[in-house]
């Protein structure tokens, strides 16, 4: 099994400090850096626009994954694709005309996630799985970091792993996500681990350990390294 790539979310970063942030995190070994963004609207809490991620992208180095908890979405995507976000992923439940969201981010060049809630079903991802790359499951309520992983959503994984088959799409896990829950994920199928507190807890010392515990936990072990600098 490969290992999976870790996305950091800066969610759990040091609010006062997002570009030393960015750059400590993905030196102590993250693949990609996770943009929580929130309206107040389709979450309760709100976070950062397009201007925060066009001021952290000099700070990144590898990906930033944008991940879009708002609604609508569709008036934001070029603004997001402008600030540099690689990956934008969109929620399921965020409008009535999903496809047309992950068009409009396909047609930007970026790469499209798609994200579903814990309490949404899997049924209309076959219609979707040609425009996505990336299919983030969330495994906690999404608007905070912190919350405790969602366990049922384990089954929701396999299933979506089952569907995509040979596609070049990948499983990213949101929500939760620690040393004790990340072997239940990639087991099922995960290719991407978003982890805010479980990585950022205990300060920029902190960081390489806790991407190394996370990893060793995920079955990473020796090949990782070399996982990590190949992308
Ligand atoms: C929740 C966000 C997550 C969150 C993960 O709405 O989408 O990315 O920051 O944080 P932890 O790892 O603390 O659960
Ligand atoms: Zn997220």
Not at 13 to 32: L, P, Q, V
Not at 79 to 85: E, H, K, L, N, W
């Amino acid at each position: 099994m490969p290992s999976p790539r870790i996305a950091a979310s800066i969610l759990a970063a040091d609010f006062a400090a997002f570009g030393a942030e960015c750059r400590a995190i993905e030196d102590a070994g993250a693949d990609w850096v996770h943009v929580d963004v929130m309206d107040g609207h389709f979450v309760p809490n709100l976070t950062f626009g397009p201007q925060m991620c066009a001021a952290l992208r000099p700070h990144v180095r590898g990906t930033m994954d944008v991940h879009l908890m708002i609604a609508p979405v569709d008036p934001w995507i070029e603004a997001f694709a402008r600030a540099g976000a690689d990956i934008i992923t969109a929620h399921i439940e965020a409008g009535p005309h999903i496809h047309r969201t992950l068009q409009a981010i396909r047609n930007t060049g970026k790469k499209a996630g798609l994200a579903i809630n814990p309490g949404t079903g899997t049924d209309a991802v076959p219609q979707l799985l040609d425009m996505v790359d990336v299919i983030c499951v969330m495994t906690v309520n999404p608007g905070f970091g912190g919350q405790a992983f969602i366990a049922s959503q384990i089954d929701k994984i396999r299933t979506l792993r089952g569907m995509i088959g040979r596609r070049p799409v990948l499983v990213e896990i949101d929500g939760g996500v620690t040393a004790v829950t990340a072997p239940l994920v990639v087991a099922a199928g995960a290719d991407v681990l978003v982890a805010g507190s479980a990585l950022f807890a205990g300060g920029k010392a902190a960081y390489a350990g806790n991407i190394a515990a996370l990893r060793a936990a995920a079955g990473g072990g020796a090949d990782a390294a070399g996982n990590a600098a190949g992308r």
